[in-house]
């Protein structure tokens, strides 16, 4: 079994994209990564090709979203009143949902994490 992750990291940069079965798998090289694709493009062939293994990708990921600017919600025992927590919870952008956190998301170098949630 080759190594893998559903998940890029910087030591897991090299990807296949089956759209079929397995979605996005990052590897450590590009060797493990073309063994896997070799054995991923065969399983398209039944009696003949089916048409998604046009749609099997490779390549080497530099970049990838990641959580930016993440504030968590606030907890109503750190609120004197609940119209004090609503208050907050509107302000943070919490307001009618019961989200755990809010953040945006951005493009950033692989080596990035973004921030913990």
């Not at 896997?36 to 749609?55: F, K, M, N």
Request: hydrophobic share 30%.
């Amino acid at each position: 079994m080759i190594d893998s992750k559903h998940y890029p990291t910087p030591e897991y940069r090299f990807f296949l994209h089956d759209p079929d079965v397995d979605g996005m798998r990052y590897f450590k090289s590009s060797e493990d990564r073309d063994t896997y694709a070799a054995a991923t493009i065969q399983a398209y062939l039944d009696d003949c090709w089916s048409e998604g293994v046009v749609q099997v990708v490779a390549g080497e990921i530099t970049h990838h979203a990641v959580a930016k600017n993440v504030k968590l919600r606030p907890k109503r025992e750190d609120f004197e009143s609940d119209e004090a927590h609503e208050h907050a919870l509107s302000d943070l952008g919490f307001s009618g949902n019961d989200w755990d956190y809010v953040c945006n998301y951005e493009l950033a170098p692989i080596s990035d994490p973004g921030e913990p949630i």
